[in-house]
């Protein structure tokens, strides 16, 4: 095999050792995507963006190879699998000092273990479904009874949605590099 498609782990590319055609038009995607995104803006950029742009990049593989479905959704499971391992890896390394904390990381971790980068989603409503069980977060109601479970509902979300943005940017910025899967 003589192509290189970087946006596939390099142990993934046996498997399509012989869609050379296909591979190169994916490639040609990632590249050009890449010089679109590039250029947008990080800063205050929201987890909904951000995870839009990952869609754009899904979406324009898949119109790559158009007339190869089974080629497109591999590789579209693949960097969707890549990515959603990596966030749950970087959520995985969150601080949980405080229980609030340990909320935020449990709710994130369980978004990103579902997250469809091909699908458009409502991050704060996939957040708020994500969020465990008001009853584990009763803790922090007992040291305080006058904390409101519905207020502290709404301040994990916002927090949650704060936080999952800085995951996502992180997985962008790799998306972004001439090798996003080295160095893992």
Request: glycine share 4%; net charge positive; charged share 30%.
């Amino acid at each position: 095999m003589n192509v290189w498609c970087p946006i596939i782990p390099v142990e993934n590319m046996r498997e399509f050792s012989r869609q050379e055609k296909g591979l190169r038009k994916i490639t040609d995607a990632y590249y050009d995507w890449c010089a679109a995104m590039r250029p947008k803006p990080l800063v205050g950029t929201t987890v909904g963006v951000l995870l839009d742009r990952i869609r754009m990049l899904m979406i324009n593989m898949g119109i790559a190879v158009g007339q190869n479905r089974e080629l497109a959704e591999a590789v579209q499971k693949i960097v969707s699998e890549k990515l959603r391992t990596g966030a749950v890896q970087i959520v995985s390394m969150m601080p949980t000092e405080s229980s609030e904390k340990k909320a935020i990381k449990k709710t994130l971790a369980l978004f990103f273990a579902r997250v469809k980068f091909t699908r458009d989603i409502d991050p704060a409503e996939e957040i708020r479904t994500s969020m465990p069980d008001p009853a584990s977060l009763i803790s922090q109601q007992e040291t305080n009874p006058q904390v409101d479970l519905m207020e502290l509902r709404r301040s994990i979300t916002k927090r949650s949605l704060e936080e999952s943005a800085n995951v996502v940017k992180r997985l962008y910025v790799r998306l972004l590099s001439p090798d996003p899967w080295g160095d893992e």
